[in-house]
């Protein structure tokens, strides 16, 4: 198997390892409080009951949380603790050692078995989660290539961007976005693939590498949407099976272009772009909706161009059906509109990040679907020289 590099150039490369979890410091104290215990116990239990029988529960319970090292001397400790009660006289009517009673010398080898048992037990969780922080490491790495940080700043356009997995342990999925800086202005993408696990996340690979590259050869933005169409009919073909009509993707494509005041928009069957400004907020929506990518071919269909005007400090939030689709115990749908309007304008990161922790209240940290949301400010001054840092995008 090919592991990954170490040393600080790799880290450097790829960013630091994925570190071991860290158990809770109750945890890993667990086998001194249990002995603890036990101590208290001993001395006031009848002879007929030895409490210290019970220390043949140490090991394990340091191998819940602790290294293989430490559960080995905690089962030396044990045994040599389980020795010390057996042959020290008590308040409890023992007047004579117990050292080298059969019952005792059974105690010792089965708490010695016990120890050996969790030592192993230990060394293959640790070795479980080197594995998983490798598998982390690698699903970081993927989400990285597959949906990579846009730039915060390009001209006069403040962006960031916003990804939650409605799995707990997923990193990436079938939600995506882009945003592209060409010669025709920025060019922004927001998406939702069909289905989910690996094929999703392939399809989605499929259709950023298309609008990538076609992003700077197109012109205009049907031309644009029928290339990456037909990237994704001509993928989706190649992949073959049943699903091959069904494998389909919803998704917004926008333009802002840097000499003009618009945003064009084609909306491919998607939740509609919301513009926030101050004292409005409203969905970009002319209803012209066009088929979901790899069905424009079957029902023959054109993609329609909407323009809209934009003002310095407006702002567009383009999202996937994740959020609108985010139900509260009741089972109401995430109320996106007014949320928004109650906030007023925020910078692209402060909104996504209230956006963020809302969702997870609202649905009681129970998402049922993944998320992806990509925001676009307009900033009220003109483009800083080159030689000059940008003004922040941030309040």
């Not at 005792?104 to 998983?132: K, N």
């Not at 333009?255 to 069957?269: F, K, M, Y």
Request: one cysteine or more; charged letters at 20%.
């Amino acid at each position: 198997m090919t592991r990954r590099p170490t040393g600080p150039e790799a880290d450097a490369e790829f960013g630091p390892r994925t570190q071991l979890p860290t158990p809770p410091l109750w945890m890993r104290w667990l086998p001194v409080l249990f002995v603890a215990g036990v101590l208290l116990l001993e001395p006031v239990t009848p002879v007929d009951w030895p409490v210290s029988f019970a220390l043949i529960a140490v090991p394990l319970l340091a191998a819940f949380a602790n290294r293989p090292v430490i559960v080995a001397g905690a089962t030396v400790a044990a045994v040599v603790l389980e020795g010390v009660l057996a042959g020290t006289p008590c308040c409890a009517g023992r007047s004579v050692g117990y050292l080298w009673d059969r019952h005792y010398v059974a105690s010792y080898i089965c708490t010695a078995l016990v120890g050996a048992l969790g030592t192993i037990l230990a060394a293959h969780r640790i070795r479980r989660e080197r594995t998983l922080a490798d598998v982390r490491f690698v699903a970081d790495i993927a989400q990285r290539v597959l949906l990579r940080p846009v730039p915060h700043r390009i001209g006069t356009l403040c962006l960031d961007s916003l990804y939650l997995s409605a799995a707990a342990e997923a990193r990436i999925g079938g939600d995506l976005y882009e945003a592209v800086p060409t010669t025709y202005g920025v060019r922004l993408l927001i998406g939702d693939v069909r289905g989910k696990g690996l094929l999703a996340v392939e399809t989605a690979a499929s259709l950023l590498g298309a609008f990538r590259e076609a992003a700077h050869d197109e012109p205009d933005l049907p031309t644009l949407v029928d290339r990456v169409e037909t990237s994704i009919s001509r993928r989706a073909d190649q992949l073959g099976g049943t699903e091959t009509t069904e494998r389909f993707i919803t998704a917004v494509f926008a333009e802002i272009p840097a000499t003009d005041l618009v945003v064009r928009v084609v909306n491919c069957g998607h939740p509609p772009p919301v513009l926030i400004r101050p004292g409005q907020v409203r969905e970009l929506d002319q209803g012209r909706s066009g088929p979901p990518l790899n069905l424009g071919m079957l029902v023959g269909e054109l993609y329609h161009v909407d323009t809209y005007p934009l003002r310095p400090g407006d702002q567009l939030l383009l999202y996937t059906d994740g959020v609108t689709e985010t139900r509260d115990a009741s089972g109401a749908f995430y109320p996106l509109l007014d949320r928004l309007r109650s906030w007023g304008p925020l910078p692209p990161r402060e909104l996504l990040d209230r956006l963020h922790h809302d969702l997870l209240a609202y649905s009681h940290k129970g998402l049922q679907d993944d998320t992806a949301a990509l925001s676009v400010w307009l900033l009220a001054d003109e483009p800083a020289e080159p030689e000059e840092p940008p003004p922040p995008c941030m309040s």
